[in-house]
């Protein structure tokens, strides 16, 4: 079964410093992975995903995810962050047994930006 | 992106009661979407698969007959919780696979903004 694991429950970072955010995958086949961000009694809001082609995707609000075969890795990262970054980030991947292309989320991961 | 509605955005229901929430996708058409649940701090956790004039296909615990679905046309599906219990709070959020937009290529997926149920 496809599945993706994000180790950490809370990332600190100060505003105005590089951020990452971890996701690894485990899948059979080509992954096909995403990056989501949740704000508080919201819904998903897409950030970004990797089908083919180059290892770095650039996504909306600057942010960006390397895809690493060797470590069966998903990054999230951003140069810079803002106080507004501030959510709950989830790394999903899809899931096509059954036919319906379904997502499947990691636990996620609340990223706190400080001023 | 493309516009998926959820509505209501907040329910308060009594014990025993039904609630039903509706999924719509404004500015395209799905034949396919998603229900998930999420528990507080949580993760989202696929509830169900549904598809347009046919059954939903249900996750493995999930019970048919307490989470009802219906995928009447190609911008509509509905959740309904029947015989709501205070264990049923919770966040529900739905997603549509577009067939096609205006703004990007078929296949791409958006999500409601989600419905707090709590069941008092």
């Known amino acids: 079964a496809q599945s993706v694991a994000q180790p950490e429950d809370q990332v600190n970072v100060a505003e105005g410093n590089p951020l990452t955010v971890k996701c690894t995958y485990s899948?059979?086949?080509?992954?096909?992975l995403f990056w989501y961000v949740q704000y508080p009694n919201r819904g998903l809001q897409f950030l970004l995903k990797y089908i083919t082609g180059d290892n770095l995707v650039k996504g909306s609000y600057g942010f960006e995810a390397e895809f690493n075969k060797s470590q069966t890795s998903f990054h999230l990262k951003k140069p810079s962050a803002l106080v507004s970054d501030s959510a709950l980030y989830f790394c999903?991947?899809?899931?096509?047994?059954?036919?319906?292309?379904?997502?499947?989320f990691g636990a996620g991961t609340r990223l706190a930006v400080h001023p | 992106g493309a516009v998926v509605s959820q509505h209501p955005s907040r329910v308060i229901c009594k014990s025993g009661t039904s609630v039903k929430i509706e999924c719509r996708s404004l500015?395209?058409?799905?034949?396919?979407m998603f229900w998930y649940r999420q528990f507080p701090k949580q993760s989202l956790m696929l509830m169900a698969t549904?598809?347009?004039?046919?059954?939903?296909?249900?996750e493995q615990g999930v019970e048919k007959d307490k989470f009802l679905i219906n995928h009447a046309s190609l911008t509509l599906s509905t959740l309904t919780v029947t015989s709501a219990h205070p264990e049923d709070s919770s966040f529900y959020i739905c997603?549509?696979?577009?067939?096609?937009?205006?703004?990007?290529?078929?296949?791409?997926?958006?999500f409601g903004e989600g419905s707090r149920l709590t069941v008092l």
């Open positions: 999903a991947v899809r899931d096509q047994s059954g036919g319906y292309n379904k997502l499947i």
């Open positions: 997603s549509a696979r577009a067939i096609s937009w205006s703004g990007g290529v078929a296949g791409e997926l958006f």
């Open positions: 899948v059979s086949g080509n992954p096909y």
């Open positions: 500015d395209f058409q799905a034949t396919t």
């Open positions: 549904s598809n347009e004039g046919s059954k939903a296909t249900y």
